[in-house]
């Protein structure tokens, strides 16, 4: 069974700064997606970016980038010049790339990462 | 185009007593997925839904869970005989099956008294 670990239960940024949210996972599986995704206090969750583990090239989306390193088993989100609204819930999710039974299809998610921005 | 829907938006009710959650998917998404989330956690998956049928039960908790979902559009998640564990949000989120990013609702927050 796939695994999703954030180690940062919580983290704070001051306003126009960078931060990093650190996500690991295990698996024994060589195809699959990761995602991050953003939970606000309105809980609706939100997807931030993909990263299809084939691609060698690291995903970006405006101010939002990623680190992937695939022998690491290691999937960093990098929020560029933070803004209020960029205060969440942080959550790494996991999915397999092919269907192989029962799970397959499913998000795995970590525990996530809150994340204050401080004015 | 419009999002996921899901309702009621809360819900509270006394244990013992039957619910039933519902998830109006993005149109076209032939995936469809519910998850539970507790308080302060990450999100369990419950169930997935691949056009009507549900090919994948492996979540669900216990037997007093089950959904069912017709038209391939609209899901219902019932939960018989309610316990206080049972509280949580539950959230429902669709996907083109060829594609891999599943789309969430604002959930449904469950309070079992």
């Known amino acids: 069974a796939q695994t999703v670990t954030q180690s940062q239960p919580e983290m704070s940024v001051q306003e126009a700064e960078t931060v990093t949210l650190s996500c690991t996972y295990d698996t024994s599986e060589s195809d699959y997606y990761l995602f991050w995704y953003k939970q606000p206090p309105s809980r609706q969750m939100i997807l931030v970016i993909r990263q299809e583990a084939y691609k060698q090239q690291n995903a970006t989306e405006n101010r939002f980038s990623v680190n992937f390193q695939k022998a690491a088993k290691s999937f960093s989100l990098k929020i560029s010049d933070s803004q209020l609204g960029d205060a969440a819930m942080y959550f790494c999710a996991y999915r397999s790339a092919k269907y192989s039974g029962a799970g397959s299809y499913q998000l795995t998610f970590g525990k996530g990462t809150k994340l204050s921005v401080i004015p | 185009g419009a999002g996921v829907s899901q309702s009621p938006s809360n819900k509270v009710t006394e244990k013992g007593k039957d619910v039933e959650l519902r998830c109006d998917p993005i149109?076209?998404?032939?995936?469809l997925y519910w998850y539970r989330q507790r308080l302060g956690q990450g999100l369990e998956f419950l169930i997935y839904f691949q056009g009507n049928s549900a090919p994948d039960k492996s979540g669900l908790p216990s037997d007093r869970f089950s959904a069912e979902r017709t038209g391939e559009s609209v899901s219902t998640l019932t939960i018989q005989r309610t316990q206080q564990e049972d509280s949580a949000v539950y959230l429902c989120a669709s996907s083109l099956i060829t594609s891999s990013a599943q789309y969430f609702g604002p959930g449904t927050r469950l309070t079992v008294l």
């Open positions: 149109s076209g998404h032939t995936a």
